[in-house]
């Protein structure tokens, strides 16, 4: 007896270490994150205290120094000229404004103020660059379509981009949990708060634990594996990996709350917020955490904008980097794209990206090239298995795409 109570204690004082290591793991990125933010915030003010040293040595502080003297005495003579009632007071005159301790009007000053412009004017450029294609807005009219009795899925939507139509739905505008194709808007946010794919970040035990208590799907990293961003955007899409996705969460924002307060922004941005809120950046099942086929779509053609979001959405295969715990790399799979890729769509399906929980079923969001050289957009959710998530699909694509000539 005395001997389980020892180990009950010995477990307990060690679930109590691990939460407290985890806890020191977490207060460390979030530590290093905001030493990130703030060379960042830092930089500008230093590329121009460096440009004034540069110019102080190069024309040198006896010109400074004389402009100063002649400063003093333009100003003494003014103030005497205003107690002797020849001059207005400087509280009348237009006021002089000083850059980086320069009189204004200094060749110096002025140079500065060029170079503070020049830096302003630049865009700090995220991966794959922001588009600024407006919002996806489709509507159906007329000529929309039931979609065939052979569909499964019990929500649906397929759109024609170009002409923004909607050709076919199915209880589009359901709520629904939108499982795993929640990772969609999470690429796109990360994409447009990164600007170094080959940085790196260290997988914990915080995200490994998540993943498994989640029953995540993985990419399969390890603990203290050091991995790429870049690895990290495959790692979330392609296998649709829970520990790629929280990782690229915690390297963005620090935490995954604070993640997803970036990924309801952006669900604002889109103007989605009436009929999509997220919680999580995985996909896991919460009663706040819901969508709609019809918003999918729009967040798919959002990501699909942006030109590495695409690349990833449309990769088949992909091998991560060489780590010392996976020395040949891990090789990932779209099962989606490979699967579909024989089928005879009438076209080419380019990108996609599926998902499941029990309260969804099995969904799925593509996008396709017609042989009329048009894109299209099709999001399904609630169908019986992944299988017959992707014959929906095909299913779809041959209800609505052009049959190809010849």
Known sequence: MMDEMNNIALEEQGERERSARRKQRMEEMRRRKKQQELVRRLFIPCVVILAVCVLFTARGVGKLVKKSRAQKKVEKQEET????????????????????????????AEQIT?????????????????????PLRATADEG??????EVVSQNGIFIDVEEKRILGQKDAGARINPASMTKILTVL???????NLDDTFEITIDITDYSFVNDCSNAGFDVGEKVTVRDLFYGTVLPSGGDAALALAIYVSGSQEEFVR???????????????HFTNCVGLYDANHYSTVYDISVMLKAACDNSFCREVLAA????????????????????????IEDKDTYG???????????????????LAAGSDGKEYICVTAQSTSSWRCIYDHVELYQQFLPQKSG
């Not at 929309?144 to 009795?149: H, I, L, M, Q, R």
């Not at 946010?189 to 600007?195: L, N, P, S, W």
């Open 144 to 149: 929309t379509k039931a979609f065939n009795s």
């Open 316 to 339: 088949h295969t992909y091998t991560t980097s060489i780590t010392e715990q996976h020395p040949e790399g891990i090789i990932l799979s779209n099962w989606f794209l490979r699967r």
């Open 348 to 366: 080419e399906v380019l990108c996609a990206k599926t998902g499941y929980v029990a309260q969804s079923g099995s969904c799925a969001a593509s």
């Open 114 to 134: 060029v170079w503070i412009a020049d830096i302003d004017a630049l865009p700090l450029q995220t991966v794959g660059g922001k588009s600024d294609a407006p």
């Open 262 to 276: 970036l990924m309801n922004q952006k669900i604002d941005e889109l103007g989605l917020s009436k009929t999509s």
């Open 189 to 195: 946010v990360a994409a447009e708060h990164i600007t």
């Open 81 to 108: 000229e205003i107690k002797t009632g020849t001059k207005a007071s400087r509280t009348q005159q237009k006021a002089v404004v000083n850059v980086a301790g320069c009189p204004a009007g200094d060749d110096i």
